[in-house]
Structures are given as C-alpha cells and as structure tokens.
C-alpha cells in the first residue's frame, strides 16, 4: 500500500485572521485581488476565494478564462481578472463569463472591442506592463501610448 508522502490542510479561520492581519495595512481606499489561480495553488479556489471576498478583496485572480468559468458556475459574482494572457479563441468565454482580461497588445484589444460589440457587452482591461520578469506586458515605455489607445475602442473599458 503505497502511503502519500505530503497532503495539505486549510484551515479557512486561520487563512481569514491571516489576511485581516495583512489589511491592516491598507488604506481605507486601497482595494486588493485575491489570487485563486490553479485552484488557489490547492488550497480550493472557490473556498479561498469565498473567505477573501468575505474579507473585502475587490477581484479574483485566476491563470485563464477556464479558471474563471469554473467559478462563475460554482455561483462567484464578484469581478474575476485573467492575469496570464488571453487567447483570441478565448475571448467569447471572456464574454459569456463576465471576465476581465489583461492586454499588452493593441491588435488584441481591438479584437476584444469588435467581439463586444457585436455581443452588446463591455470587457473590461487591465494593461498589463512588463515591470521587469519580461514574461508578458508591454514595455513601461510604450505603456501610455497604448494605454491612451486602448481608451478610445468602443465597449472596452480600462
């Protein structure tokens, strides 16, 4: 009998004291995102992300649109963000699932704006800007240029 060598146990009370401890040092206007990509890193995304909505996170982080829908089925209202970049095929579950998505690309913005359009929807986008891993983003640079670009696409909104 092959026994497991690790496991994990959430204890959401402690997770919940944890965070209250971490608020205290926000502003009173200053919002926070909770991160439940890849299932919250196991600790359960839907629980993780019930206890911090229950705390006052403001948005949930998921990997992929996927992650997001998952949530949205299992009944999660508040505003999920896509952090890893979102493929064009991907774009109608942003959609149906009410997701945001973060963009670097203009091409892909206008994209986004075309498909909202003709859903009669908005999306809403975060422009996501390299700040040094150079994984994904635009060049801090170029940020602005395409920030103000962005601004003027119909059914988007920044």
């Known amino acids: 009998m092959i026994k497991e060598r690790s496991w994990v146990e959430i204890n959401l009370d402690n997770f919940e004291k944890n965070l209250n401890e ?14 439940v990509k890849a299932d919250a890193y196991g600790h359960g995304a839907y629980e993780i992300s019930q206890t911090a909505l229950k705390a006052g996170a403001a948005i949930l982080g998921v990997a992929n649109p996927e992650e997001g829908k998952m949530l949205r089925i299992q009944g999660v209202t508040a505003p999920i963000l896509v952090l890893s970049p979102t493929l064009r095929e991907e774009i109608p579950l942003v959609l149906e699932f009410d997701l945001m998505v973060a963009a670097s690309d203009y091409s892909f913005a206008q994209q986004l704006s075309r498909a909202a359009i003709e859903n009669k929807k908005k999306i809403t986008v975060h422009v996501k800007i390299d700040t040094g891993m ?6 801090s640079k170029e940020a602005t240029s395409l920030y103000r670009k962005i601004l003027n696409l119909r059914n988007i909104k920044i």
């Open 22 to 35: 971490l608020l205290k040092y926000l502003l009173p206007h200053q919002q926070w995102l909770q991160i």
């Open 134 to 139: 150079h994984r994904s983003g635009i060049n």
